[in-house]
Nanobody, 128 residues
Framework: QVQLVESGGGSVQAGGSLRLSCEVS????????LAWFRQAAGKEREGVASIDSDDGGITFYDEDVKGRFTISQDVAKNTVYLQMNSVKAEDIAMYYC????????????????????WGQGTQVTVSS
């Protein structure tokens, strides 16, 4: 059974930093794509960043977070991270970790349709 467990959410001051973690189990950490999504109250879930399990150099970011957020992974720990810097009020949301089998198109995708497995989410709030 595939499980993704997020942690690290909480409250952060605007301009501050936060690191989210997602531990993946029940699936071989190979030939899969990992991603972070977020969903703000009353809005659709949107992709934030993705990474290739076999090549941490292959990453993709939504334009709204590019330059502020960094996705990375520790293959030995089957864990993917999202480092959030220069956090803004617009970043307030529930953040979800997701995993999907890597297709021929690779992992430069943050489309919900490309991810089959999801975590329960971790809430991020921003205080001014």
């Amino acid at each position: 059974q595939v499980q993704l467990v997020e942690s690290g959410g909480g409250s952060v001051q605007a301009g501050g930093s936060l690191r989210l973690s997602c531990e993946v189990s029940g699936v071989t950490y190979s030939r899969i794509c990992l991603a972070w999504f977020r969903q703000a109250a009353g809005k659709e879930r949107e992709g934030v960043a993705s990474i290739d399990s076999d090549d941490g150099g292959i990453t993709f970011y939504d334009e709204d977070v590019k330059g502020r957020f960094t996705i990375s992974q520790d293959v030995a720990k089957n864990t993917v991270y999202l480092q959030m810097n220069s956090v803004k009020a617009e970043d307030i949301a529930m953040y979800y970790c997701a995993a999907g089998i890597r297709g021929w198109w690779g992992c430069m995708t943050i489309s919900r349709n490309d991810y089959k497995y999801w975590g329960q989410g971790t809430q991020v709030t921003v205080s001014s």
